[in-house]
T-cell receptor, first 114, second 111 residues
Framework: DGGITQSPKYLFRKEGQNVTLSCEQN?????MYWYRQDPGQGLRLIYY???????QKGDIAEGYSVSREKKESFPLTVTSAQKNPTAFYLC?????????????FGQGTRLTVV | GQSLEQPSEVTAVEGAIVQINCTYQ??????LSWYQQHDGGAPTFLSY??LDGLEETGRFSSFLSRSDSYGYLLLQELQMKDSASYFC????????????WGAGTKLIIKP
């Protein structure tokens, strides 16, 4: 079955530690996205990539980094520079770059700083 | 700037009809989407409107008026499983066709 997979589902980070969230899709989608969702809020775009080896900053990129070495994979690293990383992180993908196509989401990773 | 406004919470009774409104302000409007998200889950796509008018998909319908920068999601024959948050999102040409998201409307359904 085609889909988009995020791991882990829950992640705990100590102060000053970098952590990496995994996102893999087998939908052959060109574009992939990382969003952050805080309680009672909408989705805010962190980074997106429309093609392998290229990515763009979203609205809240500070303290995060990404890579897109393979079409299927778009990992997100939450660095120690992100001062308030506790949130629900959602990865999405869609076919094409422009126009409208439906976005498919992974089940999310809930990150907590301990 | 770019913004979307939708009510934070709506309450309805099982079997009834409910309308969730969304007004938007964007520079490069391309289309309006609606997504459903159950607590702790992933958003799932419901509908998309690029042109004015009503789009119907089963119990759900979505409406768009580009001249009023306004749309709504209509849910009919409400079921308890429809309890979720509903997000409107605008696809914006001036932002590389990214989705600009509203804050979401929590739909509470009472028996």
């Amino acid at each position: 079955d085609g889909g988009i997979t995020q791991s882990p589902k829950y992640l705990f980070r100590k102060e000053g530690q970098n952590v990496t969230l995994s996102c893999e899709q087998n939908l052959n989608h060109d574009a992939m996205y990382w969003y952050r969702q805080d309680p009672g809020q909408g989705l805010r775009l962190i980074y997106y990539s429309q093609i392998v080896n290229d990515f763009q900053k979203g609205d809240i990129a500070e303290g995060y980094s990404v890579s897109r070495e393979k079409k299927e994979s778009f990992p997100l690293t939450v660095t120690s520079a992100q001062k308030n990383p506790t949130a629900f992180y959602l990865c999405a993908s869609r076919a094409g770059k422009g126009g409208h196509t439906e976005a498919f989401f992974g089940q999310g990773t809930r990150l907590t700083v301990v | 700037g770019q913004s979307l406004e939708q009510p934070s919470e709506v309450t309805a009774v099982e079997g009834a009809i409910v309308q969730i409104n969304c007004t938007y302000q964007t520079s490069g409007f391309y289309g309006l989407s609606w997504y459903q998200q159950h607590d702790g889950g992933a958003p799932t796509f419901l509908s998309y409107n690029a042109l004015d008018g009503l789009e119907e998909t089963g119990r759900f319908s979505s409406f768009l008026s580009r001249s009023d920068s306004y749309g709504y999601l209509l849910l009919q024959e409400l079921q308890m499983k429809d309890s979720a948050s509903y997000f409107c999102a605008v696809r914006d040409m001036d932002s590389n066709y990214q989705l600009i998201w509203g804050a979401g409307t929590k739909l509470i359904i009472k028996p």
